[in-house]
């Protein structure tokens, strides 16, 4: 089938002297700024060919928004079409609009670094200066869980990435795989994973972690924790797995270096929708959660030249693209 090719061009930014909040706060908390990365390979072309019911050939990466640092993580949809992601050097959580326009969504985030949305609304974080914890953030901050054996959550290392559940907890990775449950407490999950991305099945019963170069998977149990752990799918694209989403029909949607890879609810391979660069984060939303977005790893300013600012001396960019698949819309992702 006939496809086309596409570069992406640089877009706006938030500003670089907005870097400067983020260092002040951290040293104040008395968190580490994170460390620098490696700069981003060169933006490229890509092709995007059809995966059915999936995604059409010829469709194309729109690029939306962009900010130096690692500025943009953990994203997900909004009830009205549009997006949150995590600004952690910013010490902020960012909206996108329906329309792409950028605003602060909630200030002095206690260097948040990935957020989720229960079903009551009510947005949770991975707090990432000490002390760490996860909390709800809206309707008003409140810890979930801050401890676990006794000792700080901190001590696990970096928060990275979670998921909300209908129970009233979330899912979070750090290394291995975590549940804070309604009450509190924290329970790790897993055997000898390196996780990074968490999501849940559209009925809540399996839950799924990248762990490499795989998809890890568990079965849920009433009480929110979990069993048969078990390799569910290898990324055959290459690359390892970072944040991840779901669609209507329970189709995985894992981020990493080639792009979006796709697999079955069955763990078949489905196919690979390139990115412009590579990527660590990625959600449905828009009209009818019919649009796909990405967070990809760089950015370029004004003049065209990659960035090579802030903390991590690289910059962040999110794309979205049309989509056959539909979202879940059952849960924010």
């Known amino acids: 089938m006939k496809s086309t090719r596409?570069?992406?061009?640089?877009?706006?930014?938030?500003?670089?002297?907005?870097?400067?909040?983020?260092?002040?706060?951290?040293?104040?908390?008395?968190?580490?700024?994170?460390?620098?990365?490696?700069?981003?390979?060169?933006?490229?072309?890509?092709?995007v060919t059809a995966i059915p019911e999936i995604i059409a050939a010829?469709?194309?990466?729109?690029?939306?928004?962009?900010t130096p640092g690692n500025n943009a993580d953990g994203i997900v949809?909004?009830?009205?079409?549009?997006?949150?992601?995590?600004?952690?050097d910013?010490?902020?959580?960012?909206?996108?609009?329906?329309?792409?326009?950028?605003?602060?969504?909630?200030?002095?985030?206690?260097?948040?670094?990935?957020?989720?949305?229960?079903?009551?609304?009510?947005?949770?974080g991975v707090e990432r200066m000490v002390p760490m914890a996860v909390?709800?953030?809206?309707?008003?901050?409140?810890?979930?869980?801050?401890?676990?054996n006794g000792k700080s959550v901190g001590d696990l290392g970096r928060l990275n990435d979670l998921v909300a559940d209908k129970k009233g907890g979330a899912y979070f990775t750090d290394g291995g795989?975590?549940?804070?449950?309604?009450?509190?407490k924290i329970t790790r999950l897993d055997q000898n994973l390196r996780t990074n991305g968490v999501i849940l099945s559209p009925d809540e019963k399996t839950l799924y972690v990248t762990n490499g170069m795989t998809l890890a998977a568990f079965d849920v149990h009433p009480d929110g924790l979990?069993?048969?752990?078990?390799?569910?799918?290898?990324?055959?694209?290459?690359?390892?797995?970072?944040?991840?989403?779901?669609?209507?029909?329970?189709?995985?949607?894992?981020?990493?270096?080639?792009?979006?890879?796709?697999?079955?609810?069955?763990?078949?391979?489905?196919?690979?929708?390139p990115t412009p660069r590579p990527i660590i984060s990625v959600a449905f939303s828009g009209?009818?959660?019919?649009?796909?977005?990405?967070?990809?790893?760089?950015?370029?300013?004004?003049?065209?030249?990659?960035?090579?600012?802030?903390?991590?001396k690289t910059g962040r960019t999110i794309y979205k693209i049309p989509m056959l698949s539909q979202g879940f819309k059952g849960r924010a992702k």
Do not use: M
């Open 77 to 88: 949809a909004t009830k009205d079409g549009g997006l949150l992601t995590a600004q952690e």
């Open 226 to 273: 979990v069993g048969n752990q078990r390799e569910f799918a290898k990324l055959e694209a290459g690359g390892n797995g970072d944040g991840s989403t779901i669609d209507s029909a329970g189709r995985l949607y894992v981020s990493s270096a080639p792009g979006v890879q796709v697999f079955s609810p069955d763990g078949k391979y489905l196919g690979l929708i």
């Open 6 to 47: 596409w570069l992406a061009i640089a877009g706006c930014s938030l500003g670089a002297a907005l870097l400067l909040s983020y260092a002040t706060a951290a040293q104040q908390a008395g968190g580490a700024q994170p460390q620098a990365s490696p700069p981003p390979p060169a933006l490229r072309e890509v092709t």
């Open 135 to 148: 909390s709800y953030l809206t309707p008003t901050h409140k810890v979930l869980a801050d401890t676990f």
């Open 58 to 66: 010829g469709a194309q990466w729109k690029q939306v928004w962009q």
């Open 90 to 124: 910013l010490n902020q959580v960012t909206k996108l609009d329906a329309n792409d326009h950028a605003s602060v969504f909630l200030a002095n985030t206690h260097g948040v670094g990935s957020v989720s949305i229960d079903r009551k609304g009510r947005v949770l």
């Open 287 to 312: 009209p009818g959660k019919k649009t796909l977005y990405i967070v990809g790893a760089g950015a370029r300013d004004a003049s065209g030249q990659e960035i090579h600012e802030g903390p991590q």
């Open 177 to 184: 795989i975590y549940y804070a449950g309604a009450d509190g």
